[in-house]
């Protein structure tokens, strides 16, 4: 059996390793248009100094040699065939595959505002090369400005803080991390983030970017009119998947490839998984999805049971926080319900008995209970406790091997 | 069928501290005998010292709605979160022992693992907030610390003889 | 089943090869000690709690820290400890002003003269003269909290009473200071965690001059002296052919008129009509040391010291005990099942000591008669009802017969030449490098029975340091053959050639834990003539395998004296920083004393040693 595997990030190396285990003889291999193995969620980490570039790999050095697979990186796809069943590679070698895994990600995505994708010093996060790039010409700079205050964002502002830069950050929505916070969460780490010297102007999108001579960003203006000197910027203002190599109307997408939850694609042989997907663009997703692909090409039925892409885990200047499913009530049939406690808060949303969203801030301890709780959408009503107080002791089941699960 | 091995293995119990609930008073033994066990300064009970936050057990005993105890240890999961969520490589299933390990040196403490653990085991450390406080069967121990001082019979080692 | 490992082998291989469960097995399904309880920091002092002390939860509900959950622990252990020795003192007290009143036996008359003078008693009449002693200390015994006890500032060493008045823990009524301490630790009272540590040297020195000192001189006087002597000990000293009665407790006056009647002529052919030889009292726990270092007196009835507190279950498996009076503790209740099995009457004559199954006979001394007969009847009918229903089984292999007994402070001196000069002379020419008085209880854990005891004395003795002992570690040294002059054989080069030349083991027994006491006045009388104070003296002290409550009262008065005090288990107070620094590092700025916590013997020998080596650069000595 021929293993084909486009990608090598969290779905593609979760692939590899599954299918190796599930198939000691099959061939498998792995083309990327990376040169190394890296996380990207820990680029900032590289940034500021705590790791190095070989530290962030995160499948051990001897990944490929381990489980005997064939690596073809810095190399991109240029064309899928599904006819054939072949892949044709930038250099022009072509290579077919009796399964294959699409695991090429997502890019990142630069708004079409006046000068910002011509400018230099104009830098995404997404990649390596991008990091590596940042960190030099960090070197040269002493104003940045960070377009996008998501998780991106603000990781890259985590990343340029500990250069001494006077960091701006220009946030479109009414608080930092907006997706993932509720306003008093969001605004703990605007405290936080302003005591390091960030600069945040929120609700305001920006209007254009001043270029010198030679191109280089001197300034941006925002909306309202204000100038903001800068002499770089870090785009974080989204991502795109990796789908150009994939001929129309073929694989059928929305944004990106659709699967189903078996992680195969409409064309038969082919699956998808990780940020190259319509699904939640998450690490803990795109190793699960290239888990469950590699069952299934292997030929062993299995299911992806947990899609919960709303969950996000921030550790900023030492203030943890999990944001799990909505973080506003949407309506007046929803209760909220609030803790604070010297450095802590917490909120719980809820419906009926079920848990909608939490937002836990400060002690995040053992909270994957409530990831549990809100996924599955488990009634609590009959726990007669406060919902702050509930945790697995209420639902303790062990399992003949020894395993927990969930008694509801 | 491709698997097959895979499949077979599967089917082996591996060594797991299993707990009978019911037998829990509360003593709070197991968490000491972990916090010795993992001290620094010395595993016996009088080096540890219990003022110290430094120490914490990496497993806790929970109460339930009829307040009864309840022993929350990390059961080293067949398909565990932690190590599919972790995106730094810290946390590693070790396929022939079973054994989820997590290597503080790797971890990027972005505590995805603690969100991600269905059962409410892990947390940050109290302390610096920089580790997951997280069950390692007491490396090369023997009997985990924690099973040999549960007074009642709660706690006890199962599976890991087929290995 | 899991037997208990011993410094005794043959006991070891005894226990184990019976059915019998006892402490040795039951040691092994109690071997998961509670990591609160070890390091003192459960409180259970109200319906709050109970409540520990962890990294996540550093003060009870109340607010209490581990210092004062600690100290409180400790004070009420040593108040528990102090309580034990004073109910003893008391009814000794009580026992010999009986018997002065009714004018009965008197054997030490020396004593009670020396006590009187001290006391400032002026009396010809000797009967009128224990009356006074007794009530001068009865007298003591009950004053108010406010009012100082009379006789400590007789008794004291003058150095220390000075110590004791700067630090102001002189001792108020002993019984009241007991009483307020359990007040003190009682819920929500006092939080001082130095308050109350000083507290327990105040009850140490009760403990330490009535409970010990004063039992001792007034069992002397009505039970006779100490006289140095050869006896036989073990489970060998059992004879199966004699009506058998085993004595467990620390009250010895109150079998006083039970001993002295078994030796009237009529008693042995009683006994024979039934088919024994006699009547035999068969010495276990501390009682059983004290009737051993008395035994001059008695010979004929006392069988032997059969063995210490976790011997008792094992004398009794012999099959050969016919009856077992208890006076007070050491008396396990492990010991009711196998009485039960062996069908061995169990009479109590202390209600502060009643087993469940046994029949309790409230002590008074005007009854003692009716109550000597009354026991004598029920072995009697015992021996005539059990003998041909039990098994017989008494390792005669057990023991040894030329175990030196008899000593005390006085005898000692006495045997030295009515001085204490030679021994001081061979202190000072490093032939005996120092005293360690290696004393106390026995248990099941400080590495086994007696082990831990056993091996730091043979390594204390290695380095010519003379071991004296009291209490139940004296039961298991001399079972083990450390308290006979072939012991010698183990003693460094230089003690080997002074125990050889005396003829004496190189670890002298003073018996019973009260004795203790009688170590302290040896101490006293040691500094007296080097006119030095106590924390001077080459001298040190090991309770290494302290068992009670009444162990840490006894340790709280070695501290008061200034002495070092070492013990391989920890009394419970490591889970404070505050109670352990007070303990071990800031006590020898108070009184002088100091608590030393070693659980292994060599080490702690070892620390020992470089105490004394160092007290002797202190005194000039090389």
């Not at chain 1, 991008?130 to 040269?140: H, M, Q």
């Not at chain 1, 999990?322 to 319900?337: H, I, K, N, Q, R």
């Not at chain 3, 019984?175 to 009682?186: H, L, P, Q, Y």
């Not at chain 3, 056993?454 to 010519?464: F, H, N, S």
Request: a negative charge.
């Amino acid at each position: 059996m021929k293993y084909l595997i486009l990608g090598a990030s969290a779905a593609g190396i979760s692939c590899g390793k599954t299918l190796r285990e599930l198939d000691p003889n099959g061939e498998i291999t792995v083309v990327s248009a990376d040169n190394r193995i890296y996380s990207r969620c820990m680029l900032h980490h590289m940034m500021g100094g705590e790791k190095s570039v070989e530290e962030l790999n995160f499948a051990g050095d001897d990944f490929f040699s381990r489980y005997n697979i064939s690596w073809i990186k810095e190399t991109r796809v240029q064309k899928l065939k599904v006819g054939e069943k072949t892949v044709q590679l930038e250099n022009g070698n072509i290579l077919s595959y009796d399964k294959l895994l699409i695991a090429t990600g997502a890019h990142a995505f630069i708004p079409p505002i006046s000068n910002l994708r011509e400018g230099k010093g104009v830098y995404p996060l997404r990649n390596l090369e991008d990091a590596l790039a940042i960190t030099e010409r960090v070197k040269k700079v002493k104003d940045v400005l960070v377009l996008g205050a998501g998780l991106v964002g603000i990781d890259a502002v985590m990343g340029l803080i500990k250069h001494g830069l006077h960091v701006t950050v220009v946030e479109v929505g009414d608080r930092i991390l907006p997706m993932q916070l509720d306003k008093l969460a969001a605004s703990n780490y605007e405290k936080l983030l302003k005591m390091k010297g960030v600069t945040f102007y929120t609700g305001i999108g920006l209007q254009e970017v001043e270029l010198d001579e030679e191109n280089w960003v001197k300034a941006v203006k925002l909306q309202e009119g204000r100038r903001i000197n800068c002499e770089m910027i870090i785009a974080a203002t989204g991502i795109r998947p990796n789908i150009d190599f994939i001929e129309k109307d073929t694989i059928k997408m929305d944004r990106g490839i659709l699967i189903n939850d078996r992680c195969m694609t409409n064309v038969k042989d082919v699956y998808g998984a990780g940020d190259v997907c319509s699904t939640s663009p998450i690490w803990p997703i795109a190793v699960k999805q290239g888990t469950v692909a590699a069952y299934n090409m292997t030929g062993t039925e299995k299911r992806l049971e947990d899609s919960f892409g709303l969950k996000n885990s921030l550790n900023f200047l030492e203030l943890q926080t999990v944001s799990l499913g909505l973080t506003e009530a949407p309506d007046d049939s929803f209760t909220v319900m609030l803790q604070h406690y010297k450095n802590n808060y917490k909120k719980v949303i809820c419906k009926d008995g079920v848990i909608y969203g939490a937002i836990l801030q400060g002690d995040i301890s053992y909270c994957g209970v409530l990831t549990y709780l809100i996924k599955n959408k488990i009634n609590i009503s009959h726990i007669d406790k406060d919902i702050f107080d509930i945790e697995y002791s209420d639902f303790f089941k062990m399992k003949e091997n020894g395993e927990y699960e969930y008694t509801v | 069928m491709m698997g097959k091995e895979k499949a077979d293995k599967g089917d082996d119990i591996m060594r797991r501290i299993m707990i009978q609930r019911d037998l829990c008073m509360g003593c709070l033994n197991c968490g000491l005998a972990c916090m010795a066990e993992h001290n620094e300064k010395g595993k016996s009970i009088y080096d540890l010292d219990l003022e110290d936050l430094k120490n914490e057990s990496r497993n806790h005993i929970g109460l339930d709605k009829e307040r009864r105890p309840v022993p929350i240890f990390c059961r080293h999961c067949d398909e565990p979160e932690c190590v599919y969520t972790c995106m730094s490589g810290a946390m590693t299933k070790d396929n022939e022992t079973g054994k989820v390990a997590y290597d503080e040196n790797k971890c990027a403490s972005c505590f995805m693992c603690v969100m991600a653990c269905s059962y409410g085991v892990l947390k940050p450390d109290d302390v610096g907030k920089k580790v997951v406080v997280k069950c390692d069967m007491c490396m090369d121990r023997e009997m985990p610390r924690c099973v040999e001082n549960c007074p009642t019979g709660c706690l006890y080692i199962e599976g890991g003889n087929q290995a | 089943m899991y037997v208990c490992k011993s410094a005794d082998k043959r006991l070891e291989s005894y226990i184990a090869g019976k059915e019998v469960e006892t402490s040795f097995n039951r040691v092994d399904h109690q071997k998961i000690k509670c990591g609160f309880g070890q390091q003192g920091v459960c409180c259970r002092l109200c319906a709050n709690g109970p409540c520990r002390i962890t990294p996540k939860s550093p003060k009870g509900v109340c607010g209490a820290t581990a210092d004062t959950i600690v100290a409180r622990n400790f004070l009420r252990a040593v108040a528990s400890g102090a309580a034990c020795y004073l109910h003893v003192v008391e009814n000794t007290a009580r026992n010999l002003k009986a018997v002065g009143e009714r004018k009965g036996k008197i054997k030490g008359e020396k004593v009670l003269h020396d006590l009187a003078l001290l006391f400032g008693i002026d009396s010809e009449d000797v009967y009128e003269k224990a009356i006074k002693v007794a009530e001068k200390v009865l007298q003591d015994l009950y004053k108010a909290r406010s009012e100082k006890m009379e006789l400590v500032e007789k008794m004291a060493y003058k150095p220390r009473l000075e110590k004791w008045k700067a630090l102001n823990i002189l001792p108020g009524g002993a019984k009241s200071e007991v009483f307020d301490a359990i007040v003190k630790t009682s819920t929500n009272l006092s939080s001082d965690p130095v308050d109350m540590l000083l507290h327990s040297l105040n009850l140490g020195i009760s403990t330490g001059l009535y409970g010990l000192t004063l039992t001792n001189l007034l069992n002397d006087v009505m039970l006779g002296e100490p006289v140095i002597r050869k006896a036989s000990v073990g489970l060998k000293v059992i004879d199966e052919n004699y009506i058998n009665i085993m004595i467990t407790g620390h009250q010895h006056s109150v079998i006083a008129h039970l001993q002295d009647r078994l030796t009237d002529e009529d008693m042995k052919k009683t006994a024979e009509e039934a088919g024994g030889k006699g009547f035999r009292l068969v010495g276990c726990t501390c009682v059983g040391q004290d009737l051993q270092l008395r035994g001059e007196h008695y010979q004929e009835v006392f069988s032997g010291h059969a063995g210490n507190n976790f011997t008792s279950e094992t004398v009794i498996s012999t099959g050969a005990i016919d009856l077992i009076v208890s006076e007070f503790n050491c008396t396990l209740p492990g010991i009711e099942p196998i009485a039960n099995e062996f069908m061995v009457d169990m009479i109590c004559l202390d209600d502060v000591a009643k087993k469940s199954n046994a029949e309790h006979i409230p002590f008074t001394m005007d009854r003692d008669e009716e109550i000597s007969e009354y026991i004598i009847e029920k072995a009697l009918n015992s021996y005539k009802n059990r003998r041909s229903k039990v098994v017989l089984d008494i390792p005669k292999d057990h023991g040894h017969d030329d175990v030196i007994t008899g000593v005390s402070e006085k005898s000692l001196k006495e045997f030295l030449g009515n001085t204490w000069k030679p021994l001081l002379d061979l202190i000072a020419e490093g032939k005996i490098k120092g005293v360690a008085a290696v004393v106390g209880c026995s248990n099941l854990t400080a590495l086994g029975h007696d082990v831990f005891t056993v091996e730091l004395t043979k390594e204390l003795i290695k380095r010519d340091i003379i071991v004296l002992s009291a209490g139940c570690s004296s039961g298991g040294l001399e079972n083990v053959g450390l308290m006979s002059p072939k012991a010698a054989a183990f003693a460094g080069d230089n003690l080997r050639v002074v125990c050889e030349a005396l003829g004496i083991p190189p670890v002298l027994n003073f018996g019973p834990c009260l004795a203790i006491g009688r170590l302290e006045i040896v101490a006293t009388e040691l500094a007296e003539a080097l006119n030095i104070d106590i924390p001077q003296l080459p001298l040190v002290l090991s309770a290494p395998q302290w068992l009670e409550e009444q162990a840490l009262a006894d340790g709280a008065f070695g501290l008061a004296l200034g002495l070092p005090l070492h013990l391989a288990i920890p009394p419970f107070i490591t889970g404070s920083k505050l109670v352990t620094e007070v303990l071990t590092e800031k006590l020898p700025e108070l009184t002088g004393g100091r608590l030393i916590l070693e659980d292994e013997p060599a080490k702690a020998a070892e620390v020992l040693e470089e105490i004394i080596l160092d007290r002797r650069k202190g005194l000039g000595l090389i």
